[in-house]
């Protein structure tokens, strides 16, 4: 099996921070296959940089359809151009926030989202409504870095977002937390075990996700919505 795991921004490291988590999660004999989107912002904060990213995501879908991938990861907390990238697909292909959320739903009654900037708080709340959780979701709450502080050695990042794990567990109560960054992706053992609480990182149930929806032999419906784009 294989698995296209993208991220949607051109920050190089944060895929391949990316895709060793996606390594981690994924069974033996499945293959990880990890991708950047080609002049695509740095970062995506925000609903300018999520349109900017879109056609070097879609154009890295379309080529790993050509491939004969077996599903997709999109790895960004915006869940950008699902629709766009599941016309292209075969098989499945799941946003990390979707996964994120609805593994929270499957393991708590209630969660928070601690993601980084307050400008993604509204776009992430939307998504949830959208995905049906909002009765779920205690608080979308940002740790006020830029994603790319996830990146910079000393940048203080970690402790920021585990400060704000332990505000959510005080003031909202929350029975799991979910990571709203794919960069959070490699520190969600450390903040599980300081917290004390479910952390859920979506790139890891991602994976699985996808694994396990391709490993029963579905796919994408490709009856209306999701069918082929029309040639034009
Ligand atoms: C992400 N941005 O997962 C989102 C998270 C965010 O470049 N990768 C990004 O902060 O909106």
Redesign the pocket.
Known sequence: MKILVV???S?QS?TDKIVSAAQAAASPGVTILGATAAGAPA????HF?EAMSLQGLLMQVAAAEEQGVDGVVV????DPGIGACRELASGPVLG?CEAAVKAASMLATSFSVV???PR?VP??EHLIHGYGLSHSCRRVRAAAIP?LALEEEGSGARDKIRAEILRAIEEDHCEAVVL????MADLTQWLSAECGIPVIDGVTVATRMVEALAGCGLGTSKINAYAKPNMK
């Open positions: 991220n949607p921004n920050t944060m970062s995506i904060e925000g940089d790895a960004c907390f915006d990390i993601t980084t900037l993604s776009v992430i994603v709203g960054c794919a960069g």
